[in-house]
């Protein structure tokens, strides 16, 4: 039990700590682009610092599930505070309603897994569930499974809750290089692989990660290739490559995916860190149509970016290769040849916009606004030291996964990341060899494309978008999905919020008040009751008493012959009635007669 | 029959009368900095002194603690009974910070008769109190009647709301509305007791040893609900919510937003004189609705509120919407969470209330329409809202994640699917509050805003760090906290599933983890 424990605890704890090595470089650039472009220090390294504790609470807390887990997830509100606080760029106000509302979206179906695992097992200790991860069926692992996918999704920016990210962009190029690079949205793929006993007992919650990732590796990087702003291509680019970690976890290759949420961290967060120093030299320009011929004006930003894109899009031997290519040789192997076919799709349009985005930034006529253009300078040393570091890392870090399927780094992971029940595909060196001399020919394919439409015939771009408005503006807006969610959910929502208010003010206070009312208008009611029939009556009976009294008064005058008369008439009415009392009717009539 | 821990001191005594007390020498008094000093110093040692019980307080026990108990009307068996429990005990704690906290805050803001101020301010401390530490249902009710006295002037005199004479009377007539039929109920509890004992009493421990048949229990329970409900208040019975918190002085929304006495009903009396009626299948069903209908509906109504004190007022109901439905989840975490919550809406939301306060005395208004780009002015204020605001939607580090989470679990283990709807309350929770947040505090700086506005003062300041400490405190480290209440939790879980073994549950989930972390 303790053994299974340190294996699980030590890899993962480490891995991220290598990761942790952007964090840190990542950190002192954001000090010094503060230093240069913004009034507000301390706030910024302040919440910098918070963005910094949730991921590394994420990896060291794998005592349970429940917690640490939720915090990475729910972090992100801190990050989409931390980054507006700074408001670099105007923010579109419905964006952020999105980020809130999808990220929760996914701590929802987080939520409901860790419920469903508290219901089934009575605790959330790690090793105490995934000890007796077998005991469950499979209806249970596959909802659990499930619910687990949608805080994966959700926090990993697949499709359909992958909106939030791009628009995260607008921060400030350090935070973005911390989101998109390090950890923070890879948080998902690391739970899918933290949890694989599970997934790999439900075979078909295991399928939709597969194809939500490799969708999401197609769509996201079609939509890379019409971005106009330096930091969307990459955003985008980042939705996509996570897509190909979730296809690895689809497929089994766990250890590909987590080498691949690696190798990512080097080249993702290097070329975040160069754009961040590009935009720097042009002094905030992030539209790439407003760049070119930058190679000559700053040196070093352009050749770590160049190395930057190699690696992402697959030219061997820099790291991406190795990673992307273990993702898809699985893929092939394995027998997912429609899972293979996205992927090398994808990987064919990342090279296409990488190298489009590399074109169009440093080489080519100089299209930069005259009154920036003067202004251009290299990073200084405290920025481009990061980027050195990085681009060696992107340079040779994927050689910890070579041979692939083999290399140190399958080793180092092997005893938490090998799926269950999976039998040993001994593949030739000739298959594998094949699988990896097409992906170098997908790449250079996408080098070769972007070469001829940006550095031979730049205006060839063009004319294909005016050849063909309508996709070209649909791509260009992300095939309206904010806009469809805005319809579906956004609105909606709104409107309700507004008809109940309405409600809440109109018809259920009017209730109440009008039992208020009401009370009032019976009271009213009342209160003329009271007054004109219950005091009359007694009114009447004072007034009759009165009359009665003044008659009687009369009587009394004082005088003597009239009490006689008084006397006389009482004493004949007196007689006369005892006897009708005591003899009967006849003996009085009989008296009068 | 409970067991009761008795202390040397009368402590509870002494925390519900010295308030008074400390009113009556505020009204001899003239010199208006010495008014203001005094009230500070008799609400600072008033938390001297529930510190010192908190300290004292034993926990993982259902037992009674500082109990005090007189006659006082013998005949009808009501009598002077004080003491705190798990349930309670906490409660004390939070009212006397939170006066703590509202005398700083009305230090410098209430320049209008400032010595009726405090005397209102700590007649409603001693009331409260007394709400907290009855054990006697009819001290009770005393005290639940009484607090409406100071809570009225306060609304109707200082109030910044055109409205707040109506907000006043309207508060003032829907509570007694509902504690009519409270009442009611009480005395029905005691004819009962009559009938077993041939004696009347109104104390809780007296009540509890005798059985009461089921269909009285269900007209006792709605009874009692009514007087509940409409002070908690449970949807859909808030509509005085809105008036009196927007029309009423922050003082006083602090206070009502804060002190969630009606949901503490439920937890004192309802669940363990009426375990039968409380689990009937109808009445689970329908205050299983209400809650579920309350989560929603606030969270959907505050997302498109303006003004940010009714927005509070919708996301407080969807707060008390999950309270209820932890409570009726009838299990250990959901009571236990929906308790916590309780406490935790004290620091959150009545620390939402501080700083809307803050805000409003700068602008006079706090509305999202004239207001944005705040964080450029005030840095300060946007932190602690931050903070205070993210404890508020429950994100995990802060309190509200750990009373939110255990409703959660708590409702998904009794009937996920009512634990499914609950879930996206968490989603609008976030919706509602970010979005307000971005519009108000960060953005483009409003021109209409005046060109000077202060940041926090130390005063203000102090309070953003007690609450925030608070909410961390809570958020990192809710043992001893949960561990205060623990015992009389599994007290009123045992009393409604009699003989039910529930001992590898007794510790609660996020006590255990944390201290094995």
Redesign the interface.
């Known amino acids: 039990m303790s053994n299974l424990k340190n294996h699980l605890v030590v890899p993962f704890s480490i891995l991220p700590i290598s990761i942790d090595d952007p964090f840190n470089l990542v950190e002192i650039k954001g000090v010094v682009f503060l230093k240069k472009n913004l009034p ?1 220090k301390v ?1 910024f390294i302040n919440y910098f610092l918070i963005v910094l504790i949730p991921p590394c609470e994420l990896v060291s ?1 794998n ?2 599930l ?2 640490p887990f ?2 990475g997830i ?2 992100t ?2 990050l ?2 931390a980054h ?2 700074l ?1 670099i760029r ?2 579109i ?1 419905v964006a ?2 999105y ?3 999808f ?3 996914g ?2 179906g987080f ?2 897994a ?3 695992i ?2 089934h097992y ?1 605790t ?1 200790d790690y090793t105490a569930v995934m000890a007796n991860a077998s005991t469950l069926s499979t209806e249970m692992a596959t909802a659990i499974s499930l619910c687990l996918l949608v805080g994966a999704i959700g926090k990993s920016a697949q499709l359909p809750l992958y909106t939030w990210l791009p628009d995260a962009m607008e921060g400030p190029t350090p935070v973005s290089a911390l989101i998109h690079a390090a950890t923070m949205v890879t948080a998902g793929v690391y739970m899918v692989v933290r949890n694989h006993v599970l997934f790999d007992m439900a075979p078909m919650a295991l399928a939709t990660v597969g194809i939500i990732g490799g969708i999401t590796a197609l769509f996201a990087a079609t939509i890379g290739l019409v971005q106009n702003d330096i930091k969307r291509v990459l955003a985008y680019s980042t939705v996509s490559q996570l897509g190909y970690m979730f296809l690895a976890c689809g497929v089994g290759a766990y250890t590909a995916a987590i080498f691949h949420l690696m190798t990512h961290a080097f080249f993702k967060a290097l070329l975040f860190l160069s754009a961040g120093s590009v935009i720097h030299a042009l002094s905030g320009e992030q539209d790439i149509r407003k760049m070119g011929g930058l190679h000559n004006k700053i040196p070093i930003t352009h050749k770590v970016f160049l190395i930057g894109t190699l690696a992402i899009a697959g030219i061997p031997p820099l790291a991406g290769f190795w990673s992307k290519d273990e993702i898809m040789a699985h893929a092939f192997v394995h027998g997912y040849y429609h899972l293979y076919l996205l992927a090398a799709v994808g990987a064919f349009l990342t090279s296409f916009y990488m190298f489009r985005l590399t074109y169009l930034t440093f080489y080519g006529s100089s299209r930069v606004d005259p009154h920036v253009a003067h202004h251009i300078h290299e990073s200084p040393s405290v920025m481009t030291t990061p980027l050195v570091v990085l681009a060696g890392l992107a340079l040779f870090g994927g050689f910890l996964g070579v041979p692939p399927e083999h290399g140190w780094f399958h080793g180092f992971l092997h005893e938490v990341a090998a799926p269950l029940g999976a039998e040993a595909h001994e593949v030739g060196w000739g298959v594998l060899f094949g699988l990896m001399s097409v992906a170098v020919a997908i790449a250079l394919g996408g080098w070769g494309l972007a070469h001829y439409m940006y550095a031979i015939r730049p205006q060839m771009a063009n004319e294909w978008a005016a050849k063909s408005p309508q996709v070209y503006t649909t791509i260009l807006n992300k095939y309206y999905v904010d806009e469809f969610y805005d319809c579906l959910i956004v609105e909606p ?2 409107k ?3 008809l ?2 309405w409600f ?1 003010r109109h018809i ?2 009017r ?2 008040v009008g039992i ?1 009312r009401g009370t009032d208008i019976s009271a009213g009611a009342i209160t003329w009751v009271e007054k004109y029939v219950i005091y009359a009556g007694l009114n009447v009976v004072g007034y009759s008493n009165h009359l009665l009294s003044w008659s009687w008064r009369k009587l009394q005058s004082g005088m003597v012959h009239h009490y006689a008369a008084i006397i006389v008439i009482g004493l004949a009415l007196l007689i006369h009635l005892v006897l009708v009392w005591f003899v009967g009717s006849s003996a009085a009539d009989m008296s009068i007669r | 029959m409970q067991e009761e821990l008795q202390f040397g001191f009368p402590i509870l005594s002494f925390l519900t009368f010295f308030p008074l007390l400390g009113a009556l020498v505020l009204w001899s008094l003239k010199d208006q900095d010495l008014i203001r000093k005094g009230t500070l110093g008799i609400a600072s040692l008033e938390m001297v002194v529930a510190s010192l019980m908190l300290l004292r307080f034993v926990p993982e026990t259902a037992a009674m603690q500082f109990a005090e108990r007189h006659e006082w009307i013998p005949f009808l068996g009501i009598s002077y009974h004080l003491a705190v429990d798990g349930i309670s005990v906490l409660f004390v704690g939070l009212t006397a910070f939170l006066i703590l906290l509202l005398v700083l805050y009305a230090w410098d803001t209430v320049t209008d008769r400032p010595k009726a101020f405090y005397m209102c301010l700590l007649g409603m401390e001693a009331t409260v109190m007394g709400i907290f530490v009855s054990i006697d249902l009819m001290l009770f009710f005393v005290f639940w009647e009484l607090m409406l006295i100071p809570s009225y002037f306060l609304i109707k005199l200082w109030g910044p709301g055109e409205q707040r004479q109506y907000a006043a009377l309207k508060y003032v007539l829907y509570t007694l509305l509902g504690s009519v039929f409270m009442l009611v109920g009480f005395c029905l509890l005691s004819l009962n007791y009559f009938e077993a004992k041939q004696a009347y009493s109104f104390d809780l421990l007296d009540l509890l040893s005798v059985q009461i048949p089921l269909s009285l229990q269900l007209l006792i329970f709605w009874l009692v609900f009514l007087g509940l409900a409409f002070k908690a208040p449970v949807f859909p019975f808030h509509s005085w919510l809105p008036d009196a918190l927007v029309q009423g002085p922050f003082s006083m929304s602090v206070m009502l937003a804060g002190i969630k006495l009606g949901t503490y009903g439920f937890l004192r009396f309802s669940f363990p004189l009426l375990p039968d009626a409380s689990q009937h299948a109808t009445v689970v069903a329908i205050l299983m609705t209400l809650g579920l209908a309350a989560i929603v509906y606030g969270a959907i109504v505050a997302i498109i509120q303006a003004d940010f004190r009714r927005l509070l007022v919708f996301s407080s109901i969807s707060h008390l919407g999950f309270v209820v439905v932890g409570m009726f989840a009838l299990n250990f975490q959901g009571i236990q969470g929906s308790l916590m919550t309780m406490i935790n809406l004290g620091f959150s939301t009545a620390g939402l209330f501080f700083l809307a306060g803050f805000i409003y005395e700068r602008l006079g208004h706090i509305d999202v329409r004239q207001c944005s780009g705040l964080a450029k002015k005030m840095p300060l204020l946007a932190t602690f809202m931050l903070i205070i605001g993210m404890a508020s939607i429950g994100l995990p580090g802060t309190n509200g994640f750990i009373g939110e989470f255990l409703i959660l679990l708590g409702v998904f283990q009794a009937w996920w699917f009512y634990g499914a709807i609950a879930v996206t309350g968490v989603i609008f929770a976030a919706a509602y509050f970010l979005w307000f947040y971005e519009r108000a505090i960060f953005g483009p700086l409003k021109e209409s805003l005046p060109a000077v506005i202060k940041d926090l003062n130390s005063r203000e300041w102090a309070i953003g760090v007690a609450l925030s400490v608070m909410i961390f405190w809570i958020g990192i480290y809710p043992s001893p906290f949960l561990r205060m209440v623990n015992g009389s939790v599994q007290e009123v879980v045992d009393r409604l599933h009699p003989g039910m073994a529930t001992a590898q549950q007794h510790d609660s989930l996020i006590s255990v983890e944390v201290t094995r972390n």
Do not use: E
Request: charged fraction near 15%.
């Open positions: 507000v706030p807390g005592r349970n429940g917690q939720s915090i729910r972090f509100g801190f989409v505070a507006q606080i408001d105007p923010i106000p952020s309603i980020i809130s509302f990220n929760r979206i701590d929802a939520l409901l860790i419920f469903l508290f219901s009575g959330l929502c709104k309700l919020g507004m109940w208010d809440d259920l206070d209730f109440v208020g």
